[in-house]
């Protein structure tokens, strides 16, 4: 299993409050991505890095940061979180590697989530 | 942006049938199709992929067609047994232009014995 540890794995806070998520990696890969699972709706990207301080916006970044200060750690951060916030949050980390044809072969490799519940 | 649509939501079958899953994508830039299966409390992992440049892709009990034309693509799965029991999610990506992917909204798959 690829070395990938988010923490918490459970958090029930109140609306408002700031909450922050962290993803750690031991796999040394460039790429790393917070996604967010709802029934109905898959997984969404919320904001991904290709580099340390690199970032950029996913589909669904609206009340939603990101840092990425080292290779090893992601951190997502609800500066005021709502209750259309609650949802299980994924990170996934890549590598951008090619085959001999030159296509992209990065698979993305997912932590285990983490539940969060804003009441 | 790109959206993928993914049928059936849910899917029940007897151990021994066969499974379908299908999705449809709408930008034609998209060149690159991985199915991913996420048992219950764990992140989604890799189980195949597909390319652009091929149609169709086996991998012992599973396979993946892809047509191009229509924007369609498969995930067939024969001999199901339990452990095939989990949440399927296709997903689709422009591989030129970085590795994000977007996902269907996942196909509950249950094999009863």
């Known amino acids: 299993d690829a070395g990938i540890t988010q923490s918490p794995r459970h958090k029930v806070t109140e609306t408002g409050t700031p909450v922050t998520l962290r993803c750690h990696q031991t796999?040394?890969?460039?790429?790393m991505y917070w996604y967010r699972q709802d029934p109905g709706h898959g997984l969404r990207l919320i904001h991904y890095?290709?580099?340390?301080?690199?970032?950029d916006k996913g589909e669904v970044s609206d009340g939603y940061s990101v840092s990425r200060s080292k290779t090893e750690d992601f951190l997502l951060t609800l500066e005021s979180a709502t209750s259309s916030q609650t949802s299980v949050y994924f990170c996934a980390i890549s590598e951008r590697q090619t085959n001999p044809a030159g296509l992209n072969t990065g698979e993305l490799f997912f932590g285990e989530g983490s539940r969060l519940t804003v009441l | 942006g790109e959206n993928v649509e993914q049928h059936p939501s849910t899917l029940s079958v007897q151990e021994g049938d066969s499974a379908v899953i299908k999705c449809t994508y709408s930008?034609?830039?998209?060149?690159?199709f991985p199915w991913y299966k996420q048992e219950l409390g764990k992140g989604p992992q890799l189980i195949i992929d597909?390319?652009?440049?091929?149609g169709e892709k086996k991998d012992q009990r599973i396979a993946v067609t892809l047509n191009k034309t229509a924007k369609h693509f498969s995930l067939h799965i024969t001999e199901t047994q339990p452990e095939d029991s989990a949440v399927y999610f296709c997903a689709a990506s422009n591989q030129a232009a970085g590795n994000k992917l977007t996902f269907g909204g996942g196909t509950r798959v249950l094999v009863k014995p």
């Open positions: 597909i390319r652009s440049n091929v």
């Open positions: 890095s290709y580099g340390v301080k690199d970032t």
């Open positions: 930008d034609s830039a998209s060149n690159y």
């Open positions: 796999e040394n890969h460039r790429y």
